[in-house]
């Protein structure tokens, strides 16, 4: 089982950055899928990128592609999101996630606020 946490969300004006972190704990992660995903208050969740165990493989949501970012350090057992560029529109509880096999996402973070001012 997958236990995952992220950080490095907080408040950032228009244009600005941010990186987010999701570390996992447990088993498998270096075999994992990596995905972020996030939810806007009153909106469905969103995907917006995911990244296969071997670091290639990478697919971005179209809202983000060009701004957005994802990478992972199997030997931190970690996975990041760089956020450059970022829109008022872009704030939203941002949330990491696993897929064991590949497939189906089955083990989600906490999340982590996002609020880009403008």
């Known amino acids: 089982q997958v236990q995952l946490v992220e950080s490095g969300g907080g408040l950032v004006q228009a244009g600005g950055s941010l990186r987010l972190s999701c570390a996992a704990s447990?088993?498998?992660?270096?075999?994992?899928?990596m995905g972020w995903f996030r939810q806007a208050p009153g909106k469905e969740r969103e995907f917006l990128a995911q990244i296969r165990w071997t670091g290639w493989d990478i697919h971005y949501g179209d809202s983000v592609k060009g701004r957005f970012t994802i990478s992972r350090d199997n030997a931190k057992k970690t996975v990041y999101l760089q956020m450059n560029s970022l829109k008022p529109e872009d704030t939203a509880v941002y949330f990491c996630?696993?897929?064991?096999?590949?497939?189906?996402?089955?083990?989600w973070g906490q999340g982590t606020q996002v609020t880009v001012s403008s």
């Open positions: 447990g088993d498998p992660f270096s075999t994992s899928t």
């Open positions: 996630a696993a897929a064991p096999t590949g497939k189906a996402f089955e083990y």
